[in-house]
């Protein structure tokens, strides 16, 4: 009977302490950002960002090979310092931010590939189509100072906006499209542990 209270009393605390080594982060979004291009005229590129957004992460092994990361976006907060080219993008042409307001992601795998780099797999939902998105991840590190433990991250992806119904389009004389149908999307992220 003894013998059975001591492994018990091995696997609750093994238990314990891996229920809180699970890590939970925040975005700080005063060093982040989410941005986007694409070409214009097949010969340059539009710029963009979103200013409202929101994100979680959490891990438990120090690599973060089992990172949980869900990331939602603000459709309407979307700018390109045009407005009316903002308010194009926020019509049913595009995102159509009135029936659909949010942009989602979460993940699915988190794969190191060494040298801090990183394949992010996960779902990504626009205008309510969800469709498998891969990013390419760089880590940055993670830093513990006065301000608490931070970690830094890049992800890059390139999205067909045709595929999530952003379908809008007008050909050049040359015969191009005016608006090019592969968005470059790069995500800049500072994270703050919560303790």
């Known amino acids: 009977m003894k013998r059975w209270k001591s492994i018990l009393a091995v696997v609750a605390i093994f238990l314990a302490g891996t229920v809180s080594a699970q890590t939970k982060w925040k975005v700080d979004k005063v060093h982040s ?32 090979t089992d990172a949980k990361i869900a990331f939602t976006i603000d459709v309407n907060s979307i700018t390109t310092e045009n407005e009316n080219r903002d308010n194009h993008l926020k019509s049913d ?4 931010a009135a ?28 205008r309510d189509i969800t469709k498998p998105v891969s990013f390419d991840v760089t880590y ?20 067909d906006r045709m595929a ?14 005016v608006v ?16």
Do not use: C
């Not at 042409?93 to 159509?96: C, I, M, S, V, Y």
């Not at 999530?164 to 499209?177: H, I, N, P, S």
């Open 99 to 126: 029936k659909f307001p949010a942009i989602k992601f979460e993940s699915t795998t988190m794969q190191s590939l060494g040298n801090n780099k990183y394949k992010l797999n996960g779902n990504l939902t626009i």
């Open 93 to 96: 042409d595009f995102f159509n």
């Open 33 to 64: 950002s989410v941005r986007f291009s694409v070409t214009h005229m097949t010969i340059s590129e539009v710029e963009g960002t979103f200013k409202t957004w929101d994100g979680t992460i959490e891990n438990t092994k120090p690599d973060f």
């Open 140 to 159: 940055g590190g993670t830093l513990t100072g006065s301000r608490g433990t931070k970690a830094g991250f890049k992800a890059t992806t390139t999205i």
């Open 180 to 195: 090019g149908k592969d968005v470059e999307v790069t995500i800049k992220l500072e994270l703050d542990q919560i303790k």
């Open 164 to 177: 999530y119904g952003l379908k809008w389009d007008r050909a050049t004389e040359a015969g191009g499209l």
